[in-house]
């Protein structure tokens, strides 16, 4: 997976190095604005430092411009794309701090993909077999644990990271290619419930198509997307989402007719100290056939792990309750430390 900074360097270059503005607060705005236009731009006020209150066109946005802008001056923004957040390339100003350029081929990528119509937010594993077929009645938990690593791994997410550590000699050629991005389009099709067929479209000729199709189903169809595979653009949308999000999730079996989902996330954290930080979390959900819906969320403190165990039903939280004792010498045997354990009632909001 690209990193943050590197994701962010990428755009840059793709504009001639020239600087990306981001929208602080833009509620409601971005169906003012189109990938391409440009406005002429004014100044208002420095809010913050960086942070400036700007009119484009009707609009008043806060926007986060380079040091050197000074309230009063006129800018040319040129817009990048509206989601995540809505980004403008400075094309130019009054100082001048550059002068106007065309998006790039990478950036009008980039900005393609985040306007696709929304597609699963989870990864799937590229086989459909169950990660636990062993003859035991209850699984090997170490193994199984073992099998969710790996299942994650090779889900694709982090493809340009084992490049890099492929170069670097600590990753083999057989573990890179076992990755959606090297097998066939058919396998992984398949594993990620898309058509045998993909729609070949430009959005020039498909906008008819589009307004046909939506206005019978209520959805839009995806565009095919030149220099991404059709079978791996919902992949590359779900690497840009967990970096914006900071979030991912994975759904499969993880033994016959049990289906997990299972979801890993950076959280903010308020330690008792008055300091705030971040801290990881792993969460999964699984719809058991005698306990029911069943979710527990370990959270990785400077305290140790704090443990909270949800239940649809009455009777299974009070089974999780008697449990949860044996998990925490079951924690602390293997050099974990509980900073809390708590059984709830299950919450579909969450």
């Known amino acids: 997976m690209i990193p943050v900074d590197v994701l962010n360097t990428l755009k840059a270059l793709a504009l001639t190095q020239k600087p990306l503005i981001t929208a602080t607060s833009a509620a409601g705005a971005t169906t003012a604005f189109e990938p391409g236009q440009k406005f002429q731009a004014t100044v208002q006020a420095q809010l913050a430092p960086g942070i400036f209150k700007v009119q484009v066109a009707d609009q008043f946005l806060q926007l986060q411009l380079p040091a050197a802008i000074r309230p009063g001056d006129t800018i040319t923004l040129q817009v990048v794309s509206l989601l995540p957040r809505l980004t403008f390339n400075m094309a130019a100003s009054a100082n001048p701090l550059s002068t106007a350029d065309q998006l790039s081929s990478t950036a009008r990528l980039l900005s393609s993909l985040t306007q696709q119509p929304p597609e699963k937010n989870f990864v799937r594993p590229i086989s459909n077999a169950p990660l636990w077929t062993g003859a035991m009645q209850s699984p090997d938990t170490i193994e199984l644990a073992g099998k969710l690593h790996t299942a994650l791994s090779q889900s694709g997410l982090f493809y340009e990271a084992h490049q890099a550590q ?3 000699g600590s990753r083999n050629t057989t573990q890179l290619l076992q990755e959606p991005q090297n097998l066939p389009a058919a396998s992984v099709k398949a594993a990620f419930g898309l058509p045998e067929k993909a729609a070949q479209m430009n959005p020039a000729a498909a906008s008819a198509s589009i307004a046909e199709t939506s206005n019978a189903t209520g959805t839009q169809p995806r565009l095919s997307i030149s220099g991404i595979p059709d079978h791996l653009q919902q992949l590359v949308q779900q690497q840009l989402q967990a970096l914006e999000t900071r979030q991912v999730q994975w759904q499969g079996q993880v033994w016959q007719n049990q289906e997990m989902t299972w979801k890993i996330q950076e959280e903010e954290a308020h330690h008792a100290n008055g300091v705030e930080g971040r801290q990881w979390s792993t969460q999964i959900h699984l719809d058991l056939p005698n306990l029911g819906g069943v979710t527990a969320k370990l959270s990785f403190g400077l305290n140790g792990v704090s443990v909270t165990l949800d239940a649809e039903a009455k009777e299974t939280r009070s089974k999780l309750g008697t449990a949860s004792s044996a998990l ?16 709830a009632k299950h919450d579909d909001s969450r």
Request: no cysteine; charged share 10%; net charge neutral.
């Open 328 to 343: 925490v010498s079951a924690l602390s045997e293997r050099g974990i430390t509980t900073a809390s354990t708590l059984v």
């Open 166 to 168: 492929w170069l670097a």
